[in-house]
């Protein structure tokens, strides 16, 4: 079992930034893919970005690319989502996924997920 906690949300003006962090805890010695997903209200869950076990590999939404970065470090059991130039349509509840081996963009192949943290950008 792997247990995710995300934090760093809130409330921001468009055009300011966010960094939003995903503790990972458990048998986190396996190595993980993991993924950024959101959700806003009324609509389904999207993919946001993913990064590989060793952190080479990364892939964004094109709603986004340019102006978020994902990373990670192993050693902290923790992934990042730098998240820059901010826009309204950007507001949503914030979910890290890891997935054994691979990450992916299909959120139905992620095999742990966080609780959430509420981003909100105000115009």
């Known amino acids: 079992q792997v247990q995710l906690v995300e934090s760093g949300g809130g409330l921001v003006q468009a055009g300011g930034s966010l960094r939003l962090s995903c503790v990972a805890s458990?048998?986190?010695?396996?190595?993980?893919?993991m993924g950024w997903f959101r959700q806003a209200t009324g609509k389904e869950r999207e993919f946001v970005a993913l990064?590989?076990?060793?952190?080479?590999?990364?892939h964004y939404a094109d709603s986004v690319k340019g102006r978020f970065t994902i990373s990670r470090d192993n050693a902290k059991n923790t992934v990042y989502l730098q998240m820059d130039s901010l826009k309204p349509e950007d507001t949503a509840v914030y979910y890290c996924?890891?997935?054994?081996?691979?990450?992916?963009?299909?959120?139905?192949?992620?095999?742990?997920w966080g609780q959430g943290t509420q981003v909100t950008v105000s115009s």
């Open positions: 990064i590989s076990w060793s952190g080479r590999n990364t």
């Open positions: 458990g048998r986190t010695f396996s190595p993980y893919g």
């Open positions: 996924a890891a997935r054994r081996l691979e990450p992916a963009q299909d959120s139905a192949q992620y095999d742990y």
